[in-house]
């Protein structure tokens, strides 16, 4: 996912637009530079990642790298069953976001437990990312968030369509580029 740091170097450089201010985002609190950038919309996203030179990952691709290739329900493999010590998500116990009341995005990578096979963090929980798959006049997102229950949040299979414009707190990005051979 990528970060409330890492998105503002973009926007002093001129090359994202400045994200919604608001109590729930993440952007104006100088103690969440490393939690994951969320109220953006869907073109600020595409800013971000053509910065970088990387683009957003389609629909499949984001399903492929969570389910290793649809083999794992949960990113990090079929069991256990999701929890706080796997996914930022609402859970009985500790509450929403993991006990993380206020808008509960927990810092970027905060459970190792539950990466991906190509050790990526976040795929599952702390905020629904992005894509570029489009159905009619709506996008893609994946994945789900602090806001969801159990497996709901943390499945492999979670997407979801939004109109472009739409930003929410549970609601950030993730870019990826060709690697080579």
């Given at each position: 996912e990528v970060t409330v740091a890492q998105y503002a170097a973009c926007v002093n450089t001129g090359a994202c637009t400045s994200a919604n201010y608001r109590s729930d985002c993440n952007y104006e609190d100088s103690q969440r530079q490393d939690h994951p950038m969320n109220c953006v919309n869907w073109s600020g996203a595409n800013e971000?990642?053509?910065?970088?030179?990387?683009?957003?990952?389609?629909a499949d691709e984001w399903r492929a790298e969570s389910s290793n290739n649809g083999a794992r329900i949960f990113p990090w493999g079929n069991s256990p069953e999701a929890s706080c010590d796997y996914c930022v998500m609402q859970d009985d116990i500790a509450g929403h976001g993991c006990g993380m009341f206020n808008f509960g995005t927990w810092p970027v990578c905060s459970k190792p437990l539950g990466k991906s096979v190509s050790a990526?963090?976040?795929l599952g929980g702390n905020v629904t990312e992005w894509?570029?798959?489009?159905?009619?006049?709506?996008?893609?997102?994946?994945?789900?968030?602090?806001?969801?229950?159990?497996?709901?949040?943390?499945?492999?299979?979670?997407?979801?369509?939004?109109?472009?414009?739409?930003?929410?707190?549970?609601?950030?990005f993730r870019c990826v580029r060709a690697t080579r051979p």
């Open positions: 971000f990642c053509s910065w970088v030179g990387a683009r957003l990952p389609s990526l963090c976040n894509t570029t798959t489009a159905a009619g006049n709506e996008i893609y997102h994946c994945g789900g968030s602090a806001d969801g229950d159990g497996g709901y949040a943390c499945s492999s299979n979670s997407c979801y369509k939004r109109e472009t414009s739409a930003t929410f707190w549970w609601l950030g």
